[in-house]
């Protein structure tokens, strides 16, 4: 199932420029109803840009990155 955001449109009315703003950002749809029933759909033009890797991953010593793992892998048998 696709993730998305419901607005009622009196809402969207109040904060279209916010909303638009955010869809743009997070790549996520926005549903914009009335009386309930979805009448329109925002989408992102665009994908948003992938959070850099960089730094996410530490080690407390350089040999646990570099030393084998102690399970033997279905690809080595």
């Given at each position: 199932m696709d993730e998305?955001?419901?607005i009622a449109i009196?809402?969207?009315k109040a904060r279209?420029?916010?909303m638009i703003d955010e869809v743009a950002r997070t790549g996520l749809p926005?549903?914009?109803t009335k009386r309930g029933k979805a009448i329109a759909k925002i989408?992102?033009?665009s994908r948003p840009e992938?959070?850099?890797l960089l730094?996410?991953?530490s080690?407390?010593?350089e040999e646990d990155l570099t030393s084998p793992a102690d399970e033997d892998w279905e690809a080595d048998r």
């Open positions: 998305y955001r419901e009196s809402q969207f279209c420029l916010a926005l549903i914009v989408v992102s033009l992938a959070q850099s730094g996410s991953v080690y407390e010593r």
